[in-house]
């Protein structure tokens, strides 16, 4: 018979003690073999309140940032046996409702699967995205299908699936130890040609999590022009560190 797939959710962490409680307890935990927390040297007790869940849980010594906190818990999850990764946040700007259609997703061969806030046009402001986000996010997003020559509407959201395989093939050691890290990933699957799929994700933006500010905003998107123009150079034969 074959073997069924481990499943690890991974929750990233930094100063999430107000929300952790409630997001675990509402989590789908049937779907998960286990779950792994890394807290990134937050100034909370989001560690020790983990610990008390139950969870398994580590601790940076030092904030290594969003990337660098990424690299260590895909190396954890990866080190605990998991064929596939589910990346959640524990702030609770993403539902867990995604989750069984990505699995089934994975089933049914994909190695990568994002989440989709744009299942329609004015969906993403009604869960609170700022509306001066939402028009240089579908610009950003179609400029990105085109170079990538993929259809996808969400490259920049934070609810994800990954596999052991998909993983096995991309150096993701080498990426960005802040936000980036995450769209590099994707040029990367998408550079090997990895099979990606994507699923509707519905957001809870309230408060302070409603994404960076502007000038980070602005930081981030300049950040992502520089991955695509990397991404044409790899095609055209000029390799580099993201692309090999």
């Given at each position: 018979m074959k073997k069924k797939p481990k499943v690890v959710a991974i929750f990233l962490a930094y100063n999430a003690s107000k929300t952790l409680v409630k997001f675990y307890q509402e989590f789908p935990?049937?779907?998960?073999?286990?779950?792994?927390?890394?807290?990134?040297?937050?100034?909370?007790n989001t560690y020790v309140m983990s610990k008390k869940l139950g969870i398994k849980t580590y601790r940076n010594r030092v904030n290594?940032?969003?990337?660098?906190?990424?690299?260590?818990?895909?190396?954890?999850?990866?080190?605990?046996?998991?064929?596939?990764?589910?990346?959640i946040h524990p702030d609770g700007e993403y539902k867990p409702s995604a989750i069984p259609e990505a699995l089934k997703?994975?089933?049914?061969?994909s190695q990568f699967v994002l989440g989709n806030r744009f299942t329609s046009l004015i969906q993403p402001i009604k869960n609170g995205m700022y509306i001066w986000k939402l028009i240089p996010l579908r610009i950003l997003n179609s400029i990105d299908s085109l170079i990538f020559g993929v259809r996808l509407n969400d490259f920049?959201?934070?609810?994800?699936?990954?596999?052991?395989?998909?993983?096995?093939?991309?150096?993701?050691?080498?990426?960005?130890?802040d936000y980036l890290f995450s769209f590099e990933l994707i040029a990367q699957a998408i550079y090997k040609k990895i099979k990606i799929s994507q699923v509707p994700v519905e957001t809870n933006y309230t408060g302070k999590k409603r994404g960076a500010n502007l000038k980070n905003s602005i930081k981030y998107s300049l950040g992502t022009f520089k991955i695509l123009l990397l991404f044409i150079l790899a095609k055209l034969g000029f390799k580099n560190k993201l692309f090999l």
């Open positions: 935990k049937k779907f998960v073999d286990e779950i792994i927390l890394v807290d990134d040297a937050s100034n909370d290594l940032g969003y990337g660098g906190n990424m690299k260590r818990t895909l190396s954890l999850a990866l080190e605990a046996g998991a064929d596939v990764i589910i990346d997703k994975i089933r049914e061969g920049h959201q934070g609810f994800r699936v990954y596999t052991k395989d998909m993983l096995s093939k991309i150096n993701y050691q080498k990426n960005s130890n």
